[in-house]
């Protein structure tokens, strides 16, 4: 399955710890970042992440384009509620997330939880209807 994986600055490492703990199941998937979450998690948690333009550069947008178009299947969105700088992007790929169905988490437990029925195959649509 491909999962995205986007944290705002003060969530990145928030992001990092969670890719950690939960590497032996996010190693069994393709795995697509914002550039510096990206590379910040590749740096800690030995995953290979396909990395996408910086989130305020385009990278926002290139995420939005790929749930368009069916290519991923969770996002994990760490947000930072104190971040007042939140761009129309950001919004953008909440929403595109609700139009076409993809699960989406805000949070850390939300994640988890995500993550564990990413495991379970719970969320492997695509290989339930072949």
Known sequence: MNVGLVAHDGKKNLMQNLCIAYQGILKKHKLYATSTTGQMIED????????L???HFGGMQQMGSKIS?????LLIFLQDPSNKKRTPDFYNVLNLCDQ???PCATNLPTA?????????????WRNMYK
Do not use: C, S
């Open 53 to 55: 333009l910086a989130g």
């Open 100 to 102: 076409y169905n993809i």
């Open 69 to 73: 178009n069916n290519e991923i299947d």
């Open 112 to 124: 988890e939880v995500l993550i564990l029925a990413l495991d379970r195959g719970d969320l492997d």
């Open 44 to 51: 800690v948690a030995n995953l290979k992440i396909h990395k």
